[in-house]
């Protein structure tokens, strides 16, 4: 599997010849994949970066870089490239109630210490 292929669809996760739907993980799991990704952002951009310019052919899905210009700003920032891809939105979603969970609101102080609305 190719990271074009695999990051351009938003059903399943491929490691070597194994898949796993993304429906089917737990939000934990979906959570823990997105933090892989992204610690591993740059290292994908340095395996397909330049390439994705050209991989395409006719007109470009919207998250690949289309030109010189868009690969250069996706190599200096990898994250924000990564999360425009289908598959990184679809395991956000998915991991979503995982990335709420035990989350809890700080109430917001003014320096005073009264609670500002």
Known sequence: M???????QNVYWSYGDRQTSIAEMTPRD?????VALDRQGQAIMDVIGWQAVYH????????????ELAAKDATR?????????PLVQA??????PAIATGVRAVPR?????????
């Open 2 to 8: 190719d990271w074009f292929t695999l990051l351009g």
């Open 91 to 96: 395991l956000a979603e998915h991991a979503a």
């Open 56 to 67: 395409a052919s006719g007109p470009y899905p919207d998250w690949i870089p289309a030109n």
């Open 109 to 117: 102080t003014s320096p005073l210490g009264v609670v500002a609305s």
């Open 77 to 85: 920032n990898p994250r924000r490239w990564l999360a425009l891809t």
């Open 30 to 34: 979906a959570r823990n994949l997105l």
